[in-house]
């Protein structure tokens, strides 16, 4: 079963990160054997499209992978191009059985290797192991510092050689250089094994450039709490100066409506981060609670947003004396609107913000939920709730989903028995409800507004498929 809903993340939604034409359109989900659209997950947040690139690859190497293609069932892993930062999903293994071909002769495994190998005998990386290791001798506050010591885990066996390493009180730390290209694979196992050991991976970069960084370095950044180290010529000499294992951080603060992208730099020393071997992560400033705290915050805001505009409509709506009157004024929104509306920012900053343009709000939904809501004819020349239920249910089925749901919320339900004198509403029901069983195309919702009905009615949440 396909999903419905686009996958969405962040506070933005901008263009796919995925490439145009994927050869893998369409992955499995293997923990709830739903079938994605490949551009729908990789989205357009960059920040979560790097975790979920992290997630998959720790999945496969744990041999629990997270997606399977849909054609073959082979477990994918997600690769960015290296001209472009945009994704497609690709096969571990091919058999010939698929009938997208997405690997060469030499497996991204090898070419890492390869890679990685080469890179750690290079000048500029021996010359950035004797920074690191002379920083944390001067600080005073390291134990056991070594340079490509072997570390092998009492628990696993297993065997690694970090650039260096240090005892930081108790805890092992394995301090790990990074100069250049991308390498998913190592830093996903290398991630996993110190998990296991109890110990504490620290990556270190020899410079970190918002434009112009590579997505190995965002492997790292966008996995560690959106923080990132830098060791230099310049920090070793002021950790020797001022006794401190001193370091330059770079952090990411969280992008808000009308805030302005951007990176913070400073000069920290080591005592000052907050270690989380668990997660293994090291961080100076705590991206993650800080952006849950704005996010909170946000809908808090919003929500008052959504109990201003549903007092606003009401208003509108009582002043007018025929529903022609009314339908003519809060269609042509926003005018008429409260001017201070967008000086805050809810027209732009809410769902609101698609109807801002010559797209025209569901008048005739809004009325019947506002009536719902308030017990009386919102918008609509009837004298009492039911001849607004009798109008929905015949007028605009398509409504009547969302209707029901708040007639249950609102407990409605006495008010609507009380009030069918006839007894015309309940034979209105009898005939329309196992319409509504069989799913009958006229009673299906409108998945146009359904964006716009959750922000001002979360109440009404879940509203019916």
């Known amino acids: ?87 497609h999903f690709r096969h571990t293994t091919e058999d010939g059985s698929c009938s997208a071909i997405t690997r060469g002769e030499l497996s991204q495994k090898d070419i890492n290797a390869r890679k990685y190998n080469g890179l750690k005998e290079s000048f500029a990386h021996r010359q950035m ?48 250089i990074q100069l250049s290209t991308t390498f998913i694979d190592v830093i996903a196992e290398r991630w ?59 952090w990411a603060t969280p992008e808000l409506p009308g805030r302005e992208k951007g ?13 989380d071997p668990v997660h293994q992560q090291a961080y100076f400033f705590d991206f993650r609670s800080e952006n849950e705290r704005l996010a909170a915050e946000l809908m808090s805001e919003q929500a008052g947003w959504s109990a201003q505009f549903g007092e606003w409509w009401v208003e509108a709506a009582d002043k007018k004396t025929s529903q022609y009157d009314v339908e003519d004024a809060l269609s042509d929104f926003p005018a008429g609107a409260p001017r201070h509306w967008d000086e805050w920012g809810m027209l732009s900053q809410s769902p609101l913000s698609e109807y801002t343009a010559g797209k025209y709000l569901p008048v005739a939904l809004l ?49 609507l028995k009380e009030q069918d004198k006839s007894g015309k509403w309940a034979k209105r029901v009898k005939a329309y409800v196992p319409l509504l069983r069989q799913n009958d195309m006229r009673y299906l919702p409108d998945e146009t507004y359904r964006d716009l009905i959750e922000w001002l009615f979360p109440e009404l949440k879940p509203l019916p498929q």
């Open 1 to 87: 079963m396909r999903a419905e809903q686009p996958y969405r993340a962040g506070f933005d939604v901008g263009p796919s990160l995925a490439v145009d034409d994927p050869k893998v359109a369409f992955v499995l989900d293997t923990a709830t054997g739903q079938e994605l659209r490949a551009q729908d997950l990789i989205g357009s947040d960059m920040a979560r499209a790097i975790e979920l690139r992290f997630e998959i690859k720790k999945s496969i190497q744990e041999d629990r992978a997270k997606y399977l293609c849909s054609e073959c069932f082979a477990p994918v892993s997600l690769i960015s191009q290296v001209s472009v930062r945009k994704f």
């Open 129 to 176: 192991k004797q920074w690191l290791a002379d920083s944390l001798h001067a600080s005073g506050l390291f134990t056991s510092i070594a340079q490509e010591a072997r570390w092998t885990g009492p628990i696993t066996g297993a065997w690694r050689k970090p650039d260096v390493s240090a005892l930081f009180g108790d805890l092992k730390v394995a301090f790990e």
């Open 192 to 250: 996993r094994f110190y998990q296991k050991e109890g110990g504490l991976l620290f990556w270190v970069f020899s410079r970190f450039d918002e434009d112009h960084r590579r997505l190995m370095q965002d492997d790292v950044f966008y996995n560690n709490n959106q923080n990132a180290f830098i060791v230099s010529e310049s920090t070793r000499n002021a950790s020797l100066a001022s006794g401190e294992f001193l370091l330059d951080c770079v």
């Open 263 to 275: 990176l913070s730099r400073q000069r920290i020393s080591f005592q000052q981060l907050n270690l």
């Open 367 to 415: 009325n019947a939920l506002y009536s719902a809501k308030h017990g009386r004819p919102i918008g609509l020349r009837r004298r009492q709730f039911i001849e607004v239920a009798h109008y929905v249910a015949q007028s605009h089925p398509q409504h009547l989903r969302w209707f029901r749901r708040a007639l249950e919320v609102y407990n409605l339900r006495s008010l």
